[in-house]
Structures are given as structure tokens and as C-alpha cells.
């Protein structure tokens, strides 16, 4: 049958079906048994990164890394099983590797951004920041662009190279904060006694903290008013609270006290000449 005869066939089964045949069962064997190694040593690496307290979006994207790495080398080592010459295999993945490289660096500056995030955590979810040219709460930071959440809840989606390269402001990073408030009088009011009515208002806000003491003062002596700093201290949860609500409170008090808050105004001075 085709040309063969017995021993024709025995030979070609003996030199080429067999050992072809025991290449492709040591390749798959290679494929699985590494594959069940690069999970073990995956998963042992993971665990010692757990017991470092690194955050679990980087441990993520590190197994991952070494994951890709551990199987490609599983997978050149059972294609050579099989004969392939790997030597030309690894040289068109460094070619197409720079290719890709090359094509996007945008990209890659993002990456290294992100790396370069998790790593050293200026934030983490939850936290309020401004960075990237923008305003909010972080909803989770990724490879290549960071997500937040404006107060008015949108979703604003930043490139991390954006971030990184930038300020980055963490309102949430300490535990308090100094709350920054202008408040101006007339100058015919009584300094004294606005003066007075602030700082009681301040120590008798349960928001405002002790330590650090409330600094009330008078920061200027403006075109229509004089002007007083109050700066009291919250907890970082009880800033905007404290803020808006001392605001109006303020405002009201100082109606019922009779004193006044100004605002610019200007007064024109007409002359009237006679006709000559």
C-alpha cells in the first residue's frame, strides 16, 4: 500500500511516528508539569509579597508579570522539545517587542507611571486627592490610568504618566485639618467684640478640635473691611461640615449682635460746575 513494503513501513515508524510521537507526549508533558510549577512558584511569590503589606493591585500585577514570564519559558523549553529552533523564536520576540515598544511609548510612560503608583502609594482607594489636573475620590488605580469620583459624581478617568509626573495633593492622607475661613467686619464695629463672638464660636463647635489651638486674628485691614482669620481644626471627615456650617452660623450671629459684614462699594462724588 503506497509503495511500502513491511519493512519499509517498520523503518519509517522505528525513525520518524515514534520518536515524533514521544517529542509531542514530552512537550505536552513539559507544557503541564511547568504549568502546575510557574502556579506553585507564582502563588509562593504572591505570599511573600502579601507578607510585605504591598497593595493587592500591585501583587496582582506582579504575579502576572511573572506568571508571563515563567510560562514562556515553559513554552520555549517544550517547542524545543519538539525541534523548533527557539534561538530565531527569541529573536523575533525581542524584534516585535521593541516593534511594539516603539509604537507605544505613550503607553509604556503610563505603565511605568502606575508601576510607579502602586508601588509607593502617594493614595489609595478612598482617598481625596488632587492630581492629574483633577478633583476627587479615588475609585481604583490601574496599569495605565488611575479612575476617580467627583463630588458632583462623575468619573474622571487619568493617565497615569498625568499623575505622576505632576503635584499630587492627598486631602485624606492625615487624620485632621486645618479649616481656613475669612470673615470681614465694618470699621465702625466693635473689633473686640467680633473677635470674641468668633473664637466662642470655636470652642464651643464640638467639630473643633483642641489641639492644635483655633487661631482667630485680624489678617487685614481691608478697602471696606477689616478682615479676620479663623482657622480651627477638625478631624479630616468633619472639614466641609465644619466649614459650611460656620459660615452661615457666623453670618447669623453677627446679624443678632448688630454687627455688619460689608461688601465693596464705592461712592461717586459729583461736582457741579456753573456756566461761565
Given amino acids: ?3 511500502l513494503t513491511t519493512e519499509d513501513a517498520t523503518k519509517y515508524l522505528d525513525e520518524f511516528i515514534i520518536p515524533f510521537g514521544i517529542n509531542i507526549a514530552m512537550a505536552i508533558v513539559i507544557y503541564i508539569v511547568g504549568k502546575i510549577v510557574v502556579g506553585v512558584l507564582v502563588n509562593v511569590f504572591g505570599k511573600l509579597l502579601a507578607k510585605s503589606k504591598y497593595d493587592n493591585m500591585l501583587i496582582d500585577f506582579l504575579k502576572s508579570i511573572v506568571r508571563a514570564i515563567l510560562m514562556l519559558f515553559v513554552i520555549i523549553a517544550a517547542l524545543d522539545q519538539l525541534g523548533v529552533d527557539t534561538t530565531s523564536l527569541a529573536a523575533i520576540l525581542a524584534a516585535a517587542g521593541l516593534a511594539i515598544g516603539l509604537s507605544l511609548q505613550g503607553s ?3 505603565f511605568a507611571a502606575g508601576v510607579m503608583l502602586l508601588v509607593f ?3 489609595k482607594a478612598g482617598d481625596f486627592v488632587d492630581a492629574g489636573g483633577a478633583d476627587g475620590t479615588i475609585k481604583s488605580i490601574g496599569i495605565f490610568t488611575t479612575l476617580m469620583v467627583t463630588p458632583d459624581n462623575k468619573e474622571v478617568i487619568v493617565p497615569n504618566g498625568a499623575i505622576y509626573s505632576g503635584n499630587i495633593v492627598n486631602y485624606s492622607a492625615k487624620d485632621t485639618r486645618r479649616v481656613d475661613m475669612v470673615f470681614g467686619i465694618g470699621y465702625d464695629d466693635d473689633l473686640k467684640k467680633a ?12 467639630r473643633v478640635l483642641k489641639e492644635p489651638a483655633a487661631q482667630v486674628a485680624v489678617s487685614e485691614l481691608g478697602d471696606s473691611s477689616v478682615n479676620f482669620v479663623v482657622r480651627p481644626w477638625a478631624k479630616s ?3 466641609w461640615g465644619l466649614k459650611f456650617d460656620m459660615t452661615e452660623a457666623v453670618k447669623l450671629r453677627f446679624d443678632e449682635e448688630g454687627i455688619s459684614i460689608p461688601y465693596p462699594q464705592m461712592d461717586v462724588h459729583v461736582h457741579k460746575q456753573d456756566d461761565k
Fill in 1 to 3: 500500500m503506497f509503495g
Fill in 108 to 110: 509604556l510612560s503610563n
Fill in 121 to 123: 502609594r502617594p493614595f
Fill in 195 to 206: 473677635k470674641a463672638i468668633l473664637e466662642e464660636m470655636c470652642a464651643n463647635d464640638p
Fill in 237 to 239: 471627615s468633619d472639614f
